[in-house]
């Protein structure tokens, strides 16, 4: 087991490809590790060991052939399996046809077994969904381990599986490798396919890859995934070498701007801010031009625009629900008050807003045209505890009557908007620059606080540089001993 925990997805594919070890041999100590540590952080929200081992069984190709394999309880579907996306109002939906990521997984020889934890509809920086109850990080089970890829993170730090599936659409992939101590690539908007069941997720802002424990392992899955399917919106442009290859290039010199100051004007822990310059000396003793710099971009009107597609993306994922089947009482009570207001938006308002985005892409394209990228914190903190994040007793009292009254349109006139907007996302203020723009981004585990906690380190690059990043990424790794290990 030991032996197992030690390896990445890459070395443990070469074992079986060497037949040092079978693929049945592989899951078996996936399982058995599994079953260890699952009742204290709750992963794995659909144990799937039947199909795993019929798959195991079965000749395998592909560059990593024989490895286990988690899907995310959100999108990436499997046939004849439930897609519950956390939420009590899917528990019996069976997606009918494997999505473009879960084919690309299987062609890949990775061996499926489980889907993990995701709050409902992904919509949080946490995983502590009513339906199947909070999943822990490892690191220190008193914590979150982070959203909405919460689940794959906790496994992947865990030791369970070496890479896991995941998806971001305001965080979700650097959010919880910062928590978790992982590291964590957004792909660019289209650069892997969210087919068949979407075009573009979240209008584009969502990105699927996977969390790892090594640089190689990300790159090696970003090649397996990129490209576009039958029907895709786009097709972006590939990349001039193998992600792969990328990953095993210096990266040159680097002109690189920083900040550590939240953009919506939110606090930022001290050990964070400190964390963020340390690594701008240690990138500048690597040879590297780094200045602080920051992009022309209102940070509060990008929240804001962000936070309305976010309220759209709730109330259509309830009326597709409620077209399946589902009751309002199965819909956790915040989801229903953002869903609420999700109604009550103008399509005019929705669409402006949308329009903006192209503003703050237009921004970063100047800035990126000075710099190569841009770093600044992956999150505002370290991981907060279990519950800290939680709607209060009071406040959610408040809510109730409003849902009962319909009284979305009213609430949205109150000028409380922008206070809402800073309390979701005064913990994650970061990350959102990347999802509204399209653009590439990683975090990177390259500092730990006086409390043990992990913290990440976030860097930005212009659409398509992921080859930048995954460059940057293994020249960090080497000098610093990122990852590779469990907790």
């Known amino acids: 087991m030991q032996d197992y925990m030690q390896y990445d997805a890459t070395d443990l594919a070469a074992l079986v490809k060497s037949r040092q070890v079978t693929a049945a041999e592989l899951l078996d100590a996936a399982i058995a590790r599994a079953d260890a540590v699952e009742p204290r952080l709750n992963a794995i929200v659909q144990r799937l060991d039947a199909l795993g081992r019929t798959a195991a069984a079965q000749p395998a190709s592909g560059p990593f052939a024989g490895v286990p394999f988690l899907l995310k309880d959100y999108g990436q579907e499997l046939a004849g399996v439930p897609n519950m996306c956390g939420s009590a109002a899917l528990r019996n939906h069976i997606a009918e046809v494997d999505s473009s990521y879960t084919a690309r997984c299987k062609a890949a020889g990775l061996v499926i077994f489980g889907r993990t934890a995701t709050p409902e509809f992904a919509l949080k920086g946490i995983t502590e969904p009513e339906a199947f109850g909070a999943t822990r990080n490892p690191v220190n089970p008193a914590h979150t381990p982070g959203g909405s890829s919460g689940g794959a993170a906790a496994a992947v730090a865990s030791g369970i599986v070496p890479m896991a599936g995941a ?103 001290p050990e964070v801010i400190e964390a963020v ?171 730990t606080s006086s409390t043990g906690l992990p913290i990440g380190i976030q860097f930005v690059a212009p659409f398509g540089g992921e080859g930048r990043l995954l460059s940057l990424a293994m020249q960090l790794e080497s000098q610093f001993q990122l990852g590779r290990t469990t907790v």
């Open 167 to 269: 998806s971001d659409g305001g965080g979700s992939i650097r959010i919880p490798a910062a928590y978790c101590g992982l590291f964590g690539l957004r792909p660019s908007r289209g650069r892997v396919s969210c087919g068949p069941s979407a075009g573009e997720g979240w209008e584009g802002a969502s990105s699927e890859h996977v969390l790892s424990r090594s640089v190689r392992d990300s790159a090696a899955m970003l090649d397996v995934l990129s490209g576009a399917a039958a029907g895709d919106p786009f097709s972006i442009a590939p990349p001039e070498l193998p992600f792969a290859e990328y990953a095993r290039r210096a990266p040159g010199r680097l002109r690189i701007g920083f900040s550590s100051r939240s953009p919506i004007g939110t606090e930022v822990d």
């Open 277 to 447: 310059q340390r690594t701008a000396k240690q990138l500048e003793a690597l040879g590297h031009h780094v200045e602080e710099a920051e992009p022309a971009i209102d940070g509060l009107a990008l929240a804001r625009s962000f936070f309305t597609m976010y309220l759209g993306q709730v109330a259509a994922n309830q009326r597709a629900c409620r077209a399946l089947g589902a009751k309002e009482n199965q819909f956790e009570l915040d989801t229903r008050a953002l869903g609420l207001l999700g109604d009550a938006l103008a399509a005019g308002e929705y669409v402006s807003e949308h329009r903006k985005w192209n503003g703050y892409a237009r921004a970063l394209g100047e800035y990126f045209r000075r710099h190569d990228l841009y770093l600044l914190p992956s999150t505002a903190c370290t991981a907060p505890r279990i519950g800290q994040l939680a709607t209060p007793a009071l406040q959610r009292m408040a809510i109730k009557p409003i849902l009962a009254l319909g009284l979305g349109k009213a609430l949205l006139k109150s000028g409380q908007v922008d206070k809402m907007v800073r309390e979701n996302l005064r913990v994650t203020p970061f990350t959102q620059l990347s999802n509204l723009t399209g653009t590439p981004s990683m975090s990177c585990p390259l500092a």
